[in-house]
């Protein structure tokens, strides 16, 4: 019997996200098949999370897409991609917990042009007025991360709704993000 990948790979992907630290069996009995079919597919755990990384940076790039983030006010775009990128957002919290996958050369270059597209919105945003310019781009893509994987950790310890999870994400983000009167350092 032919062992689909795609669906290991999901199955993997949402026992992870649940459970960060379960073992190569429990995800094998996730996906319903064996240790050992498991262990042909992927060596080891970490060709697992090597091969979970490029599922959820090719999902990140489909939400960044379908977002539009060139289209209309910054803002209505970062909402855009907070609904767009909701359903990875499990996955992408999971990875970012993964620390060698942002060490050293062997980081896979689909993160960085993950973090220039919407680095590029957020610059767009403080040159058009919207956003604070005291916020560097490179910080707000790393605050929008951090949100969705607390978003996505919220839920799933009976914390928050799901129904919650855009509201809560882009009333952060875009609270601090948003400029206002005059910012610190600037004058009124």
């Not at 073992?23 to 042909?40: F, K, P, Q, Y």
């Not at 897409?65 to 767009?84: F, H, I, M, N």
């Not at 896979?108 to 919105?121: H, Q, V, Y």
């Not at 914390?159 to 952060?172: N, Q, R, S």
Request: proline share 3%; hydrophobic share 45%.
């Amino acid at each position: 019997m032919a062992v689909d990948r795609d669906h290991v790979l999901r199955n993997a992907a949402a026992l992870l996200t649940r459970k960060s630290t379960a073992t190569m069996d429990e995800v094998a009995r996730a996906a319903g098949i064996s240790r050992a079919t498991l262990h042909r597919h992927f060596a080891g755990r970490d060709a697992l999370v090597r091969a979970l990384e490029a599922l959820g940076i090719g999902e990140c790039e489909a939400a960044v897409d379908a977002a539009q983030l060139d289209e209309g006010p910054a803002s209505d775009a970062v909402r855009r991609l907070v609904r767009e990128i909701e359903p990875a957002a499990g996955l992408l919290a999971f990875l970012y917990t993964e620390n060698q996958l942002f060490e050293g050369a062997e980081q896979n270059e689909g993160w960085s042009r993950i973090d220039a597209r919407i680095g590029a919105l957020f610059r767009r945003g403080q040159q058009d007025g919207e956003f604070r310019i005291d916020l560097t781009p490179a910080w707000l893509t790393e605050a929008l991360f951090g949100l969705l994987a607390s978003a996505v950790w919220m839920l799933q310890s009976g914390k928050g709704a799901p129904k919650d999870f855009h509201h809560m994400t882009v009333g952060l983000l875009l609270g601090g993000a948003l400029r206002h009167s005059a910012q610190p350092g600037e004058e009124s």
